[in-house]
């Protein structure tokens, strides 16, 4: 069949008056819903694609939707500042009334935007920088952020490390995931790691023994060098990093990785997504920092991951009650009329026992933070320091 | 050399002749796809105003929004219309942006001056495009090559210049950055570097000769036409038109990683196509090709973003209708062009 210029043109000319038909639709549709107005709470996400992200959406857009009048738009997958801002101008120019952002290319522009805008703004899973936060804790519309500091991040690459190092391993490997993209959790997770292992006395990277000094070096190399791995008692056997699957350089270093026999891959995020098909049936072991999901859980239970520090589907729960709180009129603040900064820690599961408990326990259908627990801030029934305990009863400590 | 002024034949391009004869006047089969960009960009901005005014959009906060997010697109795409005029395809002009804006950023920290920050990212730029050209002169390489060589080098660079911070990111004062991050600076700007190019193009000898090269290189060179100037001075160019480019990245994201402006090449292509530019350059270059599709893609975009955010499968229905408009559009506009040799 030939088509025409003029049946094409008219053809586009049709599509786009769909659009505005589409919209008079959609429009009729949410007015035969009845009863107020949702909130429309948009949300910024850097990562749409993980288990985790997934977990995240499905929590927010299933359990949170279902039980409190609010609706979320998700951004698409924000790689850089740049698309971050480009999201946040379609936020503001769509009627947002809240944001809550997973990306932190720029999260000071995403601040200032947001307060610019007179639009709530609240960071889920991470924490600002003490300058960050002394910057912005007085903007009214920055609600705060509830989530793992860069503190908690070291800890956990620390904690994962020492505890392989209790269990009489000495050969590791690491996995350094996103550090060459300056990833800053990435980062203080791997220093961590390097940092456990430099408390034995012969025990060195690149000269230094003490954290700040490990991090410096990482920073400034922007990874991790094997040769300047040095120690009398512990072998760093290979490094690894990013997520190049279809690069064939990338899959070779992983195979040597994984040939060079390690005791234990330390990794600093999705461990079993890039090792876990090559380590079955070579007794090597994984320690991942990462989320509660069934894959990690069956890797668990397979004796591939052998230790697990991971966020919970439900930990982003308290962010949302304090920015509904806030659209509310009720805002949740700090001392001093300041916005919310709230360390959140990982679970650590070491068996897939531990693991099923947790597991188990924060569901869809029944999360941890479920509607009980978070209507009481999100009605502004509650003030700051119940909040803050109420926060702080899931933060994992380390032992 | 050979004068190639383009003398307007009497009675071409439904004009009278000077003895008064019959003007040649454009069938609808020659209008439809001459005019297919901007009618799509007509339709998109009526669908836009509809699906923005039902769903209760703030109007005006999405038409800065709409500039905000076109006008570096347009800006450099604009300039690399020089290139692609002549056949050529640089496909590094992604991360020429981002090491422009890098230097840029740099500049701007070690002096605090915006017109050091200006002057850095229009030098990195033009000094970068010059070398793709450089190369392809001397080696006598198709520029394509000497652009994916560029690519590579470009992104090492970038590395590199963060690496200098010893952090993750090259941060500008994003105070300074919102002074100047304004509607009219932006205006300013591409309205300038627009002119400019609009008067090369078409009032110049230069804008003709590089229709000349894209539609018969063989022709050109017999002619005695210098290719090797002509790129020269269309890399040239094309980096002003990445420098300013950058130069407005930095103000309107004033921390830079090594994935800024990742997407900026591809969607210079696409804005250009969009607008009605054949890939292949010649005759039927049309220098408004970039402002026409870089607005287009900006409207697609914040409509699509409107209409369909609330789904759950929002984002990939949107990708679809967006890739859908495109091939339409670009289908309707290129359609003449299959069916004959040469423009009339």
């Known amino acids: 069949m030939k088509i025409s210029r003029s049946t094409a043109l008219a053809a586009t000319a049709a599509l786009g008056l769909s659009f505005g038909l589409t919209a008079c639709g959609g429009g009729s549709d949410s007015a035969a819903g009845g009863g107020s107005d949702p909130v429309k709470m948009c949300v910024l996400v850097a990562d749409a694609t993980s288990s985790e992200a997934l977990g995240f959406k499905d929590y927010y857009t299933t359990y949170i939707q279902e ?113 060459p993209y300056y990833i ?4 203080y997770r791997t220093a961590g790691m390097l940092a456990a292992l430099a408390e034995e006395p012969s025990t060195s990277y690149g000269g230094a023994t003490d954290f700040g000094a490990i991090l410096g070096k990482i920073m400034q190399d922007g990874t991790v060098k094997v040769a300047d791995f040095q120690s009398d008692v512990y072998e760093l056997t290979g490094y690894h990093e990013v997520w190049s699957f279809d690069d064939a350089a990338w899959q070779a270093n992983l195979a040597a990785v994984v040939a060079s026999k390690p005791d234990v891959i330390l990794a600093a995020g999705t461990g079993f997504a890039v090792f876990g098909a090559a380590v079955a049936d070579t007794g090597i072991t994984i320690g991942d920092i990462d989320a509660y999901t069934d894959e990690n859980g069956q890797a668990m239970k397979e004796g591939l991951v052998g230790y697990l520090a991971g966020k919970f589907t439900s930990s982003i729960g308290p962010i949302f009650a304090a920015t509904y709180a806030a659209v509310e009129g009720h805002p949740i603040r700090a001392e001093g009329d300041t916005a919310l900064a709230l360390e959140q820690g990982y679970w650590v599961a070491t068996s897939p026992e531990q693991f099923d408990a947790f597991l188990a326990g924060d569901t869809i259908e029944n999360p941890f933070y479920g509607k009980a627990e978070l209507e009481q801030f999100a009605n502004g029934d509650q003030g700051y320091d119940t909040f803050e305990a109420f926060v702080a009863a899931y933060t994992y400590v380390a032992d | 050399m050979h004068d190639l002024t383009q003398r307007t034949r009497p009675g071409a391009n439904g004009t009278s002749g000077p003895n008064g004869t019959a003007a040649r006047r454009r069938s609808p089969r020659e209008l439809v796809p001459a005019l297919a960009p901007l009618l799509g960009l007509v339709v998109l901005t009526v669908a836009f105003v509809v699906v923005g005014t039902v769903s209760g959009v703030n109007m005006s906060y999405s038409v800065q929004t709409l500039i905000n997010q076109s006008v570096v697109i347009v800006i450099i795409a604009t300039g690399a219309i020089f290139i692609f005029a002549m056949g050529s395809f640089d496909i590094s002009l992604g991360a020429s942006t981002l090491v422009a804006a890098m230097v840029g950023g740099l500049a701007y920290n070690a002096t605090e001056s915006l017109v050091a920050m200006l002057v850095a990212c229009i030098l990195t730029a033009v000094a970068t495009s010059l070398v793709s050209a450089s ?50 600076v932006k205006l300013s700007v591409a309205v300038a570097f627009l002119a400019l190019c609009v008067f090369l193009f078409t009032y110049t000898r230069l804008g003709r000769v590089e229709k000349l090269i894209g539609g018969n290189p063989v022709t050109a060179r017999l002619t005695g036409v210098s290719m090797k100037k002509t790129a020269i001075a269309a890399f040239a160019i094309a980096g002003l038109g990445v420098g300013l480019g950058a130069f407005l990245t930095v103000l309107r994201t004033p921390t830079m990683t090594t994935s800024s402006a990742a997407d900026i090449g591809m969607n210079v292509l696409v804005a250009m196509v969009f607008g009605g530019m054949p890939i292949s350059g010649g005759p039927r270059t049309r220098i408004y090709a970039a402002l026409l599709g870089g607005l287009s893609m900006a409207v697609l975009n914040q409509t699509m973003t409107t209409l369909l955010a609330t789904s759950s499968a929002g984002n990939g229905i949107s990708q ?16 003449g062009h299959r069916s004959k040799l040469l423009p009339r």
């Open chain 1, 184 to 187: 800053d959790m990435h980062i």
């Open chain 1, 67 to 179: 039980n409190f009048p609010v609706e979320f738009v998700y951004s698409e997958e924000v790689g850089d500042a740049d698309a971050e801002k480009r999201a946040m101008e379609s936020f503001i120019a769509n009627n947002c009334e809240a944001i809550i952002s997973f990306a932190s290319a720029d999260r000071p522009t995403q601040i200032q935007m947001a307060e610019d805008a007179g639009i709530y703004y609240a960071v889920a899973t991470g924490t600002l920088s003490d300058d960050q936060y002394e910057e912005f804790k007085d903007y009214q519309y920055y609600v705060g952020a509830i989530g793992p500091s860069l503190g908690v991040e070291y800890q956990a690459g620390y904690d994962m490390a020492k505890y392989f190092v209790e269990q009489g391993d000495t050969r590791f490997a690491i996995y350094g995931a996103g550090v």
């Open chain 2, 320 to 335: 679809v209708v967006r890739a859908l408009f495109f091939l339409a559009v670009v289908w309707v506009a290129t359609s």
């Open chain 2, 135 to 184: 190369l392809a002169a001397v080696f006598n390489l198709p520029v394509f090559v000497t652009t994916v060589a560029m690519l590579s080098v470009l992104g090492a660079v970038a590395v590199a210049l963060v690496q200098t911070t010893g952090g993750a990111q090259i941060k500008v004062d994003s105070s300074f950055a919102r002074q100047y991050d304004t509607l009219p």
